[in-house]
Structures are given as C-alpha cells and as structure tokens.
C-alpha cells in the first residue's frame, strides 16, 4: 500500500513555458503532500508543504508565483512552473503522508519523480 | 542552525559490511529515517529510529543514540544492487523533515 504516482516521469521544455507535474495518491488520502527539488548530486531540497484545501506553505527563497501548487483534493496536487527558464531544470519529487495532526510524524511516501529538462 | 552530516562517498566490497554514519544538530528530536535513493529515482524508505538502540531488517539494521546525535545505517552481505546514495533524515521539533546531503555509496566486485 501508500502507493504514490507522479505524471509525466521526464519533460523537455522550451524556455518560458509553464510545465504541470501530477502528484496522485493511489490507495490512500494524502492530507499532506511535499514538494521536493533535487538537483544533480545534492539532497532533497523542500519546495513546499501543502494541504488538501489550503493554500501551500512554501520555504524560503521559493518564488510562490513561479511554482504554483494546488492540492485541491485528498488524492492529487499538482506543481506548475511557470515561465521556465534552464535554471529550473531539475529532478522534482512529492511526497504525501496519510494523515495529518500536529502531534505525530507520519511516515512520507515518495512518488518517482519527474525530471524536468528546459531548453 | 540544523544540520546533518554524513560522509560524502563510501566504497566497499560485494558480501562484505559497510557502516554509514550520520550526525545531527537540530532544533529537536523527533526521529529520524534512512532512505536508499538509486540514481535518476526517488527515495524509498528503509528505516525509522526515535528510541536509542538498534533495529535491524534484514540485511540492514540501524542504531540511533539520541544524546549523541548519531545514528548508523548497517549494511550487511553487500550486493551490487546495494549501490546507491543513502539519506539521513531527521524530524526537529516542528515535525519538519530535514535531510542530509547523502553518501554515495560504491559496492566493487
């Protein structure tokens, strides 16, 4: 079980395009889901927590209006980076947990990942 | 400010043993998790340590010493498919996910 997909796997994209990458859970409710970014030999670099039908939290340095992220129900977020630019390119991966509570951890279950080049 | 280390690179034998390290400073303590990433995926999970001691799962175990900061991720009968990076993560106070850098790790025949 707490299957996580991802959609689409890799995107090549010309500069200033927006790209919409899909972060389904499969068999479970994801109250919460994590935005990742990881570039070539670095650690996973938290984008932004969201929550089913709540604006996202986003962590420092990470442009809201160039990453929009919509989590609007307990089975799918979506991450849209708009105006791509080369920079942008890179390896971004969700995650989601079961439930929620400000009292206990809950284990994250990766989705794949989705490879973003930008030309 | 938070932090974790772990070392950047390790290499080892096929069969053998190898110890990966990890140490952290973080505001708080809520457990922490060791993930296997292979090149071009996503982390999966392994473990999950909050009380000191060692737990072990199959071929791998991990151990965790809170008033350390320290914890091991213990591979045993290395395989070549055992090749990938592995990453400490700790939950702080806030119940946030912070994560180390990753070692990768070179299993040889």
């Known amino acids: 079980g707490a299957v996580v997909s991802q959609h689409p796997s890799w995107v090549i994209c010309k500069s200033g395009t927006s790209v919409k990458i899909e972060c389904r859970s499969l068999d479970f409710q994801a109250t919460t889901m994590f935005w990742y970014r990881q570039f070539p030999k670095q650690s996973l670099m938290l984008m932004a927590t969201s929550n089913e039908g709540s604006k996202a939290t986003y962590e420092q340095g990470v442009e809201k209006d160039k990453f929009l992220i919509n989590h609007a129900s307990l089975t799918l977020s979506t991450l849209t980076v708009t105006s791509a630019h080369p920079e942008d390119s890179s390896f971004y991966i969700c995650?989601?947990?079961?439930?929620?509570?400000?009292?206990?951890?809950?284990?994250?279950?990766f989705g794949p990942g989705t490879r973003l080049t930008v030309l | 400010g938070q932090n974790i280390d772990q070392p950047t690179e390790m290499t080892a034998t096929e069969g053998a043993i190898v110890q990966i390290n990890c140490t952290y400073q973080t505001s708080g303590f809520n457990g922490l998790f060791w993930y296997q990433q292979h090149a071009g995926e996503a982390p999966t999970f392994l473990s999950y340590n909050v009380l000191d001691g060692l737990e072990e799962k199959g071929r791998f175990s991990s151990f965790l010493s809170r008033s350390k900061g320290y914890s091991y991720l213990l591979l045993k009968e290395l395989q070549m498919k055992d090749s990938a990076s592995y990453l400490c993560?700790?939950?702080?106070?806030?119940?946030?996910?912070?994560w180390g850098a990753g070692t990768k790790l070179i299993i040889k025949p």
């Open positions: 993560a700790v939950v702080d106070s806030n119940y946030q996910l912070i």
């Open positions: 995650s989601a947990t079961g439930t929620g509570g400000s009292e206990t951890y809950n284990e994250q279950f």
